[in-house]
């Protein structure tokens, strides 16, 4: 049963003049096992507060702006429904069908918004699942940092499910299957934004690389006038419609078709200016206590790869200090596709070897060439279910495609060393490939590659002394190498001196 009390803005239950509680809070919901569960609303100055759950009770006073939160002690997982009660003086607000499992949060753009109904997937990871509780975020830009959201938990039965992230319902269905415990997955994600957009004020105005974005970002805001762009944007329109009435087909230099132009946004509602998605997406989520998170994010960024090493190990960072706890965050690289560089891949990579507790699932076989939201969403899910398995649940299971490791020169031969080899290195096909190779500089050529063991060596008749070695580098990579556990290599780069 549905909140019967919702407040338009705040979203949160309401009796009389009496303490509300967080919007995140609502029937159906999955609060997280194993650690001290925060719960916090508002009320009334002084107000005495309540919060009954699971045999436990927690007492508090609202502070002087009316805000209280007490904090549950780590709960068992439990499949059956819990009723969470905040009692105050002025009467109770009851919150039913509560079940005590996993929480993760999914993020990022339109391949983790890619909605189960379009995507391919086996019959038994679309169907719904009692175990499986969802939270749908709505999209909201905002330019201060957000106390709630307008939304409630839903069990993931047929009506709710072909909306929702087809990558976080099957990384929560395969988690549900393996844990046999209810998760409980919340998608706050947004098409075709940039990191930076996820990512808060603070941490970026503290980090000398990323501040400049703040200081234009401010710049806009300030300067911002609706009443020229609107005029500008009239002008654009009439030049496009005018183009497209000469000649329906018109193209660009690039073979494109012409794009109609945008209207004007006020930048500080922007979903692609700084900090606009933290603000009112995940702020309102902050402190819940969850496991951890699923990001799928980089196409927004593709040009910009070399800031991505910096803008992605800071939104991680601070996501978790805001939260309170070095929760792992699992992310997917960036699958193949004529617009998406190598270099944003690589910037991936960095952020995985060396940010802690971190995995990135690698989708080199799930690309398209032309389409940038493919398809096959089964098995993107279900990868980064695995790296939870390993991180979040010590799992002692292979997670990972073969990693770089070591790169050893024998005379004309190029030996590569992995990590992540699994059960053994395997060619996908009937040769390795995908492997360029160079003597010095950026004169790579496309290279001969076997798998002796653990190792592959790489060589070409073109390079007598090898010093570097590329696998995977192009928008659309040929990629080739596998673990014998079905996992592909990320695509990488390497040097002798590295």
């Not at 990191?195 to 703040?214: F, S, V």
């Not at 891949?345 to 802690?356: G, M, S």
Request: aromatic residues 8%; glycine residues 8%; charged residues 20%.
């Amino acid at each position: 049963m549905m909140l019967k009390c919702l407040c338009v803005w705040l979203l949160v239950v309401t009796v009389g003049q009496g303490a509300d509680i967080a919007s995140v809070f609502s029937d159906h919901m999955v609060l997280q096992q194993g650690m001290p569960v925060p719960i916090w609303g508002t009320g009334k100055g002084g107000e005495s507060v309540t919060v009954t759950f699971a045999g436990q009770e927690r007492s508090t006073q609202a502070d002087d702006k009316g805000r209280w939160m007490v904090r549950l002690d780590p709960l068992a997982a439990s499949a059956e429904p819990g009723t969470l009660t905040v009692r105050s003086a002025d009467g109770d607000i009851t919150i039913s069908d509560v079940l005590v499992g996993e929480v993760w949060l999914a993020s990022g753009q339109s391949n983790m918004a890619f909605g189960l109904s379009k995507s391919t997937g086996t019959p038994e990871a679309k169907a719904p699942d009692p175990l499986i509780r969802l939270l749908q975020v709505p999209r909201k830009p905002i330019p201060e940092p957000a106390e709630s959201i307008q939304a409630s938990w839903t069990r993931s039965d047929g009506k709710n499910l072909g909306g929702f992230s087809a990558v976080g319902y099957f990384f929560a269905k395969h988690l549900a299957a393996t844990r046999k415990v209810p998760i409980g997955i919340i998608n706050s994600s947004v098409g075709g934004t940039p990191a930076q957009a996820w990512t808060p004020r603070e941490a970026m105005t503290g980090n000398p690389k990323l501040k400049p974005l703040i200081t234009e970002f401010d710049k806009r805001v300030k300067t911002y006038d609706p009443v020229v762009e609107a005029t500008k944007y009239k002008d654009e329109l009439a030049k496009y419609e005018a183009t497209i009435a000469r000649n329906p087909e018109a193209k660009q230099k690039n073979g494109r078709p012409l794009q109609s132009p945008n209207p004007p946004v006020e930048p500080s509602i922007y979903q692609r200016s700084p900090t606009t998605l933290y603000n009112g997406m995940i702020a309102p989520l902050v402190p819940m206590a969850i496991r951890g998170v699923i990001f799928y994010q980089g196409e927004g960024d593709s040009g910009a790869a070399e800031l991505y090493r910096t803008q992605f190990p800071t939104l991680i960072q601070s996501w978790r200090k805001d939260f309170g706890h070095e929760f792992p965050f699992l992310f997917v690289q960036i699958a193949p596709h004529q617009n998406m560089v190598p270099e944003i891949r690589d910037a991936q990579l960095f952020t995985w070897k060396t940010v802690p507790k971190t995995a990135m699932a690698v989708i080199t076989d799930y690309g398209h060439p032309t389409d940038i939201h493919p398809v096959d969403k089964q098995p993107v899910g279900e990868r980064l279910a695995l790296a939870a398995r390993a991180l979040a649940y010590g799992e002692n299971i292979v997670y990972s495609g073969p990693l770089f490791d070591t790169l050893e020169i024998r005379s004309n031969q190029a030996v590569l060393s992995f990590k992540h080899v699994g059960d053994g290195l395997v060619a996908k096909t009937d040769t390795l490939v995908g492997f360029d190779i160079s003597g010095g500089g950026t004169n790579f050529v496309p290279a001969s590659a076997v798998i002796e063991g653990n190792t592959v060596v790489v060589t070409s008749d073109k390079v007598e002394k090898p010093v570097a070695v590329r696998y995977g580098w192009s928008n659309i990579p040929e990629a080739s190498l596998y673990n014998k556990n079905g996992l592909p290599a990320t695509p990488f780069q390497c040097e002798l001196w590295q």
